[in-house]
């Protein structure tokens, strides 16, 4: 079965540090990838994803991400934190066949002090 | 905007009763999902539908079933409550066409079995 590995669990940084967030996927086909983003009291929420083309894409408030195919890996990044990226922040991914079936990482809780 | 409406914040039900937890959405989406959202294990899929009437089992759909009579509204049940279904629970909806389109979420329903 496909599944999503998000390998850091909690995440406590100061602001203006840098974050990268790992996610890898197991799934040799075609995959679309996903980063969703759930503040505090707040619902899910899209924060960018990639389908093909150039493997880096930005979202939105200043976070990007990388696809490299050669190591099934998805990393979520951001050069300098702020306060308000507080949050969990989840992986997903769906296969490019068939339905839409988004299978999600077990979540990176991230906190940063000011 | 997308707006996903989940009828309950918070729920306290007494084990073995019959839970109903309902899902509203207003932008004529033709899927619908529901995931439970548990520390350390992040989203798993419970059920999903992709039309009125039809339903599909997602993960882990042990203990629970779904509903769907109309478009705009997936219910989640419960059949007998156990201590073990106590979670968040999280209702998605995206439009058809394939497995690239976004999920919008409810803002869930924390569930309290006791």
């Known amino acids: 079965a496909q599944s999503v590995s998000q390998h850091n669990h909690h995440v406590i940084l100061s602001e203006a540090a840098s974050l990268e967030l790992g996610c890898n996927y197991s799934?040799?086909?075609?995959?679309?990838l996903f980063w969703y983003v759930q503040y505090p009291g707040q619902h899910l929420q899209l924060l960018l994803k990639?389908?093909?083309?150039?493997?880096l894409v930005k979202g939105i408030k200043g976070f990007e991400a990388e696809f490299i195919k050669s190591k099934f890996s998805f990393n979520l990044r951001k050069p300098s934190v702020q306060w308000s990226d507080t949050a969990e922040y989840f992986c997903?991914?769906?296969?490019?066949?068939?339905?839409?079936?988004?299978?999600f990482g077990t979540g990176t809780r991230l906190l940063v002090s000011p | 905007d997308v707006k996903v409406t989940q009828s309950s914040r918070y729920l306290v039900k007494r084990t073995g009763e019959k839970v109903f937890l309902e899902c509203v959405q207003d932008m004529d989406h033709e899927n619908m999902f529901w995931y439970r959202q548990d520390p350390g294990l992040g989203l798993r899929l419970i059920y999903f539908?992709?039309?009125?009437?039809?339903?599909e089992k997602g993960d882990i759909p042990e203990g629970y079933s779904v509903s769907r009579e109309k478009k705009e509204r997936f219910s989640l049940i419960l059949e007998s409550a156990s201590t073990n279904q106590t979670s968040m629970y999280l209702c998605?909806?995206?439009?058809?066409?394939?497995?690239?389109?976004?999920?919008?979420f409810g803002q869930g329903t924390r569930l309290t079995v006791v």
């Open positions: 997903a991914v769906t296969m490019n066949t068939g339905f839409q079936k988004l299978v």
């Open positions: 998605a909806s995206s439009l058809g066409g394939g497995p690239r389109t976004e999920a919008f």
């Open positions: 990639y389908f093909s083309g150039d493997p």
């Open positions: 539908s992709y039309d009125v009437k039809m339903k």
């Open positions: 799934y040799g086909g075609t995959v679309n």
